[in-house]
T-cell receptor, first 114, second 116 residues
Framework: SQQGEEDPQALSIQEGENATMNCSYK?????LQWYRQNSGRGLVHLIL?????REKHSGRLRVTLDTSKKSSSLLITASRAADTASYFC??????????????FGTGTRLTIIP | EPEVTQTPSHQVTQMGQEVILRCVPI?????FYWYRQILGQKVEFLVSFYNNEISEKSEIFDDQFSVERPDGSNFTLKIRSTKLEDSAMYFC??????????????FGSGTRLTVV
């Protein structure tokens, strides 16, 4: 598998339910980030978790990171129709220059059914 | 909240023509980037830019591509002679305020480039 692969590729749930998406990666990282993309639109930064962190919360979002398994999960609680979008994980390494490239996963297409 | 602004939102160009995609990053950010996303595919890194020079580029970023920060506010991506396979959504991003603390990228809303 490639660096940054999300599963499932697609997820449909009823409004109000929780949505969980997973991301696996292959190399060591400094940070892992989750982004949202509404259809045909830009990427919106949701949350960043550093390699020395295990869990982070932001509103209805909860992100976990397991560096031993090279995996992360994104949980969206009490989903809303407006959460319908594609969700991507992205990993990065910090080089001597500062910040280097992000490597994006393939994304999970989340559909919230009203 | 500060934004990264990209223009135009959509550009159609003839194969072989030059295009310039424009971006205004967040003013006090130190690092600037271009990424692209071919329809239905992953978002791919093109180039990063720091202190008025390229810090890293991908193998996609060949001699047909160039970046410039001409006036301290704009950040441009030029494709010298477009090919059909350059059709994609191009995203500009910036990161790292002067504090030096990295919080992730701020992406623009993208320019959809269609080469015909």
């Amino acid at each position: 598998s490639q660096q940054g692969e999300e599963d499932p590729q697609a997820l449909s749930i009823q409004e109000g339910e929780n949505a969980t998406m997973n991301c696996s990666y292959k190399t060591s990282i400094n940070n892992l980030q989750w982004y949202r993309q509404n259809s045909g639109r830009g990427l919106v930064h949701l949350i960043l978790i550093r390699s020395n962190e295990r869990e982070k919360h932001s509103g209805r979002l909860r992100v976990t990171l397991d560096t031993s398994k090279k995996s992360s999960s994104l949980l969206i609680t009490a989903s809303r129709a407006a959460d319908t979008a594609s969700y991507f994980c992205a990993t990065d390494l910090i080089s001597n220059f500062g910040n280097e490239k992000l490597t994006f996963g393939t994304g999970t297409r989340l559909t919230i059914i009203p | 909240e500060p934004e990264v602004t990209q223009t135009p939102s959509h550009q159609v160009t003839q194969m072989g023509q030059e295009v310039i995609l424009r971006c205004v990053p967040i003013s006090n950010h130190l690092y600037f980037y271009w990424y692209r996303q071919i329809l239905g595919q992953k978002v791919e890194f093109l180039v990063s830019f720091y202190n008025n020079e390229i810090s890293e580029k991908s193998e996609i970023f060949d001699d047909q591509f160039s970046v410039e920060r001409p006036d301290g506010s704009n950040f441009t991506l030029k494709i010298r002679s477009t090919k059909l396979e350059d059709s994609a959504m191009y995203f500009c991003a910036s990161s790292v305020p002067p504090s030096g603390i990295y919080y992730g990228y701020t992406f623009g809303s993208g320019t959809r480039l269609t080469v015909v």
